[in-house]
């Protein structure tokens, strides 16, 4: 029985409630990201001002407002806490899986479009993002509903009449307009560079014979403008082009120079989307390969997701800041190609290649060996640590963790499943395959970020959360020295400063302060700090030395 659109959306979203939804408060917010932007969304409440971004109620423009004011309202209603910082993007994971189900159904029937939300849904990173309180999954959803629209607008405006289009060419530059500049509401004006790049090569490969009118060039312009007004107007009438010109300043020395321990190599964001979009990004590869195609649409529209896929890998490998989630719009045309795959191959229009197998074999291997090891390694530390040599990491290793044997079961689970896989892999019984890996990976990630996840934060900052916790209500100072964190902010729930040399540390640890102020440092830094005078130690644990300045 088929069955309605209405019935598999609605299945759609539940499924997404139940894998995004779960466990989203179970940890601590990670530095930096995460408790970066928790902390300026805290701190838009405290002040009323949800116009400018804050951070340490300083002001902070390295980022627009949009997402800020999604994690603003949820911490209105659930409270400022881990959940509540990562809600808006569990809506966002169920919002992309429908999304997903819609375009692909679109293209190429509901079939499709369950395959690619299958495919989105079950790969590593793309699954584990929806869980966490980053700015990149919305981001990366307006860029590709407006590069979306603007290819409908394309196929329209050019004769590419095998697809159901019944919105007006106006319909879809304004579309597509809106949801840029929804894109750099939310990170910045790189969404429109990705835009005109993708744009810009389509034109080269296709000799430049594609047409579109001016006036929906600017309809285009003018949807995006009048979006992005709401903040980049109003700021700069309200309080002057100061605040605007330095975001914009921010946003050019990403792209020039990187922060300190975000330096990687060239091919960095070629690894992590080979490993971390497992298992869509071996079957996407497939894909990249000559394939039979049977409609025009269906070859340009392959051809919109490799061009998108390679100018984001290029643009952003020549950045020089290394960090995961900025490839991260790379997982929509990966995904696609993943299930255009298995599309081909149900159709018998695509040849299977024998490599699949064993490249799926050795990075499904990988992952499950770092699942099932997690545990076996936090029972037996005590028998690693003396290999480790840096100082830090071995004394974190210190931390009180109860593991069991309980905490493998995400990774034998997952082996099981990649084994069946690869066996009906084999087989060529494709349905199985799919459901098997890609389900068998949603399910996985789902218990390790439940079980597993929660015991590494232990490790890796626990103790100093801890420390800040503690702090909230005391009348204090609270700094860090020798690292950079956000999380004395978030986790004292810190307030405004009166004394404005609240922020020079070299008054905190000289100065005549008002307050007392307590300073955490790492265990490999503290030998930088230890005779000033006055700074007593209080006491160190799993790597983390915690000290005390009284007032003079």
């Not at 029985?1 to 940890?27: C, D, H, R, W, Y």
């Not at 499904?364 to 100082?391: F, Q, T």
């Not at 609240?502 to 030998?527: C, M, R, S």
Request: glycine content about 6%; aromatic content about 20%; proline content about 3%.
């Amino acid at each position: 029985m088929q069955l309605s659109n209405k019935t598999l959306i609605g299945l759609l979203f539940i499924a997404a409630i139940i894998l995004f939804v779960p466990f989203l408060g179970n940890v601590h917010l990670f530095d930096w990201d995460e408790i970066n932007f928790a902390e300026s969304s805290r701190e838009m409440i405290a002040t009323g001002d949800y116009t400018r971004v804050y951070i340490d109620f300083q002001p902070f423009w390295e980022k627009p407002p949009l997402f800020f004011w999604l994690q603003s309202l949820s911490m209105k209603i659930f409270g400022v806490n881990e959940f509540a910082a990562r809600f808006p993007n569990a809506i966002c994971g169920i919002a992309t899986l429908i999304v997903l189900f819609l375009c692909g159904k679109k293209l190429f029937g509901k079939k499709f479009g369950l395959l690619w939300a299958l495919a989105y849904a079950g790969s590593l990173f793309p699954n584990m993002y929806f869980k966490s309180g980053i700015i990149d999954p919305w981001f990366n959803l307006f860029i590709f509903l407006s590069l979306y629209f603007f290819i409908l607008y394309h196929w329209k405006r050019n004769g590419f009449d095998q697809v159901n289009l019944n919105r007006s060419l106006t319909a879809y530059a304004l579309l597509s307009g809106l949801f840029m500049g929804l894109a750099i509401l939310t990170k910045g004006q790189v969404a429109l560079m990705i835009f005109f790049l993708v744009m810009g090569v389509y034109l080269v490969m296709n000799r430049f014979r594609f047409y579109f009118g001016g006036k929906h060039v600017l309809l285009f312009l003018l949807a995006m403008v009048l979006v992005t007004f709401i903040w980049y107007g109003y700021e700069t009438i309200k309080n002057g082009p100061w605040f605007i010109n330095e975001f914009l300043k921010y946003q050019y020395r990403l792209f020039t120079t990187h922060d300190a321990g975000q330096k990687g190599f060239f091919g960095y964001h070629f690894v992590v989307i080979l490993i971390g979009c497992f298992p869509a990004s071996v079957f996407a590869i497939r894909s990249f390969f000559k394939t039979k195609t049977s409609t025009l649409f269906e070859q340009d529209f392959k051809k919109w997701m490799l061009i998108l896929f390679w100018v984001v890998l290029i643009l952003f490998s020549i950045v020089q800041s290394r960090i995961i989630h900025y490839s991260s719009l790379a997982w929509f045309p990966i995904t696609f190609l993943a299930a255009y795959t298995f599309y081909k191959w149900e159709r018998n229009e695509t040849a299977y290649k024998k490599w699949l197998l064993p490249l799926t074999a050795i990075i499904g291997g990988i992952i499950a060996l770092l699942l099932i090891a997690a545990p076996i390694i936090g029972m037996n530390l005590d028998k690693i640590e003396p290999y480790v040599k840096d100082k830090f990491a071995r004394a974190n290793m210190e931390a009180s963790v109860n593991w069991t044997f309980l905490d493998g079961l995400p990774g034998v689970f997952f082996i099981l499943m990649l084994i069946l896989g690869l066996i009906w892999l084999k087989k060529k019984e494709y349905a199985k395959t799919r459901i098997a890996l890609f389900g068998g990976t949603a399910i996985a990630v789902f218990f390790a970020m439940a079980l597993i996840v929660p015991k590494v934060e232990r490790y890796s900052q626990g103790a100093a959360v801890d420390f800040f916790e503690e702090r909230i209500g005391e009348d204090c100072y609270v700094h860090v020295l020798g690292y950079k964190s956000y999380a004395q902010l978030f986790y004292t729930r810190t307030t405004k400063h009166e004394n404005n040399n609240a922020y020079d540390q070299e008054w905190l640890l000289h100065g005549p302060i008002d307050k007392p102020v307590y300073f955490v440092t790492k265990i490999n830094k503290i030998q930088n700090y230890k005779d000033i005078a006055g700074l007593q130690e209080l006491y160190r644990k799993n790597g983390f030395v915690f000290l005390k300045r009284e007032i003079p």
